[in-house]
Structure formats: structure tokens, C-alpha cells
């Protein structure tokens, strides 16, 4: 069984910058691509950014110049370098990773807040 755990979240003013991190536990697995996703109130679950095993990235228009992704193999970790926060980054931000074990499936952590003040 893989489980991933997010952390990082949390409350800052608009202009701020936040760091998320999610790393990969379990036994017997490899990862391939990881992701950011990320769900405001009422509005529909919006992918973010996401790396390739390789480290190819690609990011959502609504952030790009601001948020980084990057990853550590090593430690099996996925980051999110969030800057120049905006009130409309206000969300819940899922990571997920398409994981081999004995198949490959999709693993989503548990999500964490990022509230942005204006």
C-alpha cells in the first residue's frame, strides 16, 4: 500500500509565498509523473502543475511565472514553491502520483489548505 502525506499549507497574505511538500511512502514502488491539483469552494478540482519521472514540468496558465514543482527521487518527495500569492489561489491543493506496484494507479494524499488574505 503507498500512501502520500501533504504538508505546508496554511494562511498568508496575498503576496506571500508558501512551500508544499508531499512525499510517497510504502513498500515496492516506483513513481512516474506528480502532480498538483487544487479545489476552491464551489468551483471544479483545477490541476495545477506536474513533473515527469525525467523532470519535464507543465503548469496551469493561472500560475505560471509564480509556482514551481519540483521533486526529490531520492526521497520519493513532490514540492510546490507557490509566490506571489493571490486571494484566488485559495484552495485545498491534492497532490497525486501515478504509482507501480504490481499495476499502476493513480494516489492522491489527503489534501491540505492554503488560505491567501488580501
Known amino acids: 500500500q503507498v500512501q502520500l502525506v501533504e504538508s505546508g499549507g496554511g494562511l498568508v497574505q496575498a503576496g506571500g509565498s508558501l512551500r508544499l511538500s508531499c512525499a510517497a511512502s510504502?513498500?515496492?514502488?516506483?513513481?512516474?509523473?506528480m502532480d498538483w491539483h487544487r479545489q476552491a469552494p464551489g468551483k471544479r478540482r483545477e490541476l495545477v502543475a506536474t513533473?515527469?519521472?525525467?523532470?519535464?514540468?507543465n503548469y496551469a496558465d493561472s500560475v505560471k511565472g509564480r509556482f514551481a514543482i519540483s521533486r526529490d527521487n531520492a526521497k520519493n518527495t513532490v514540492y510546490l514553491q507557490m509566490n506571489s500569492l493571490e486571494p484566488e489561489d485559495t484552495a485545498v491543493y491534492y497532490c497525486?502520483?501515478?504509482?507501480?506496484?504490481?499495476?499502476?494507479?493513480?494516489?492522491w494524499g489527503q489534501g491540505t489548505q492554503v488560505t491567501v488574505s488580501s
Open positions: 497525486t502520483a501515478l504509482i507501480t506496484t504490481r499495476t499502476i494507479n493513480r494516489y
Open positions: 513533473i515527469t519521472s525525467g523532470g519535464s514540468t
Open positions: 510504502g513498500s515496492s514502488f516506483s513513481i512516474n509523473s
